[in-house]
């Protein structure tokens, strides 16, 4: 069976590498003045060097020319083009018809792929971009899969991709008037300002020209109601609700097929694409190696495959809760997040192995660390994961010893393989090599909780099908209820930080843990299982564990 690819965005050349080490078939990049990606950190020197990296590595790269061309473009078309033909990438999207048939003129042999941008929503579309000479089509996210399966079959000679992960617009893919009108920033030449993202306050301008806050206070409220008609619509009114913090009616929730991918890959769709140029080194790493692990499981055993462990890897990443989207067709409101537009994790980004030594890993910290915290090595090759509890964190360059060390400093740490309890080091070396990432958890507000819960809810009612609108409610009102209280003070999922307490994960490390009597059932459990796979709240009661 031909296997469909995982496409991964590459924001700049360590991204690039990262991506395909967590399991990348291929990647897409560009520089920032010919692509739609006015922050893409690649210079054409970096291009070519990533276009190298990925073919020693058997990988493909596609280079993204999918600008809207202005005249002044043009000029830059000739430098681009020549340089690119001596890197021969394995492809170069593009959006604008007129740079499509340039480059077809001037560069034959390179294939190109027809971009998003394109808005491709029907074979119709398909076939006549492949009788222009396109070698590969990336579909509209508005296409159903419905729609897609029907493109498949009329189209089976031209290969097909579609988006999977990443970003959602709220209007029509990339083409929003919102960025331009608020910030003058450009949706459609890559410089889109998130506009659909940001709170909005409603204010009232008096006669006398001065503008003041519309206070709705609990005496007045049951003064107001304001409410939106549409000229075709008269008489249809719909009401616009608004808290203290604004309204985010136009926040979509993240896109997230992979409880759907073994559609996908049924009908073989030549390509899977995650959206993130600009998402962090973390997102890049994490998704890659979420897609590739499922992937392969479903070509393993397609009968038995469940999407389950593997959204439970997606949920790691900072997201804005995950949607089908369009992909049963009909845009329903589960898509789209109308109370928390945040984009959230239980976990975040500890650090990135920089290097290996015969006997440490020197680990570049991204975000804060505390003594007690629990480091979560990431193996781009090993399904499973390694805990590591420090209690104190050596700097590689000084030999000091600190309590706490701060991202922000870009402090490099040493961290030796003698603190590993269970792995033998040179197994350590050879899955943890270079640009391996660590996670650790995240301390949430009352409100992050209450929408992390929401989003399941959701992501449960999308993918069965079934609609729960009590369930839905219920939780909605918790999340409401919690954003009202203010609340800040915020906890782990597990004991995670500090000199006291165990998650009761045997991690490597943990001191109470393997030294403490009172775990000595809890430990001869543990051994038994993979590592970090935590006891239930009913084992540890009859283990007569301490409560947490």
């Not at 073919?55 to 202005?70: D, E, P, V």
């Not at 590591?388 to 030999?399: H, N, P, Q, S």
Request: overall charge negative; hydrophobic content about 35%.
């Amino acid at each position: 069976m031909k296997r469909s690819e995982l496409l991964m965005p590459a924001g700049n050349l360590r991204k690039l590498k990262m991506a395909v080490l967590y399991g990348a078939d291929a990647v897409y990049l560009g520089t920032p003045d010919m692509s739609l990606r006015t922050k893409s950190e690649f210079s054409l020197d970096e291009v070519i060097e990533g276009v190298q990296f990925c073919h020693a590595q058997g990988k493909r790269a596609y280079l993204t020319l999918n600008l809207f061309s202005h005249n002044k473009d043009i000029p830059k078309l000739e430098e681009y083009i020549e340089t690119i033909r001596k890197v021969r990438p394995d492809g170069l999207i593009i959006a604008d018809p007129g740079v499509f048939q340039y480059v077809r003129e001037r560069a034959p042999e390179i294939p190109l792929h027809i971009s998003t941008q394109a808005n491709v929503c029907s074979w119709l579309s398909v076939k006549f971009w492949q009788d222009q000479g396109a070698s590969l089509v990336v579909l509209a996210r508005e296409v159903s899969y419905p729609e897609l399966a029907e493109i498949r079959e009329q189209c089976p000679d031209v290969k097909l991709e579609a988006f999977i992960h990443g970003a959602m617009c709220m209007t029509y893919s990339g083409r929003c008037l919102l960025s331009n009108f608020m910030a003058e920033r450009g949706a459609n030449q890559g410089n889109c300002a998130n506009s659909c993202r940001w709170n909005y306050n409603v204010r009232m301008r008096l006669k006398d020209g001065t503008v003041e806050d519309l206070n709705i206070t609990p005496e007045n409220a049951d003064m107001f109601e304001f409410l939106l008609e549409e000229g075709c619509r008269p008489g249809d009114l719909m009401p616009i609700e608004e808290d203290g913090r604004g309204s985010y009616i136009m926040n979509s929730r993240d896109l997230c097929l992979l409880p759907k991918l073994d559609d996908y890959l049924k009908i073989g769709v030549d390509s899977l694409k995650v959206e993130g140029r600009g998402k962090s080194e973390y997102y890049c790493a994490i998704v890659a190696r979420a897609y590739r692990m499922a992937i392969d499981a479903w070509y393993e055993n397609p009968d038995d495959w469940s999407p389950r462990p593997f959204m439970d890897e997606l949920e790691t990443v900072s997201n804005r809760g995950y949607t089908l989207a369009f992909h049963e067709g009909r845009l329903t409101h589960h898509a789209h997040g109308y109370e928390h537009t945040a984009s959230i994790s239980q976990w975040e980004f500890a650090g990135v192995v920089v290097d290996v030594t015969s006997d440490a890993f020197l680990v570049e910290v991204k975000n804060k660390l505390e003594a007690g915290e629990v480091l979560d090595f990431i193996s781009p090759v090993a399904k499973e994961t390694v805990l590591l509890r420090l209690y104190e964190f050596e700097v590689a360059e000084t030999g000091a010893c600190k309590e706490v060390v701060h991202g922000s400093t870009k402090t490099v740490i040493r961290v030796p393989f003698a603190l590993f309890d269970h792995e033998d080091p040179e197994w350590l070396g050879a899955h943890f090599p270079a640009f391996t990432v660590l996670r650790k958890e995240r301390a949430l507000t009352p409100d992050q909780w209450a929408r992390i819960k929401l989003d399941k809810t959701v992501q449960g009612i999308e993918a069965s099908g079934k609609d729960r609108p009590t369930a839905y409610a219920r939780q909605r009102d918790a999340l409401v209820d919690a954003i009202g209280t203010g609340a800040q003070d915020r906890r782990h999922k597990t004991n995670r930080v500090g000199s006291e307490g165990c998650c009761g994960r045997g991690c490597n490390g943990c001191m109470m843990f393997w030294q403490d009597p009172i775990y000595d059932k809890a430990r001869e459990e543990l051994l038994k299982r993979k590592q970090g796979e935590q006891l239930s709240r009913e084992e540890a009661k009859a283990l007569k564990l301490p409560a947490e």
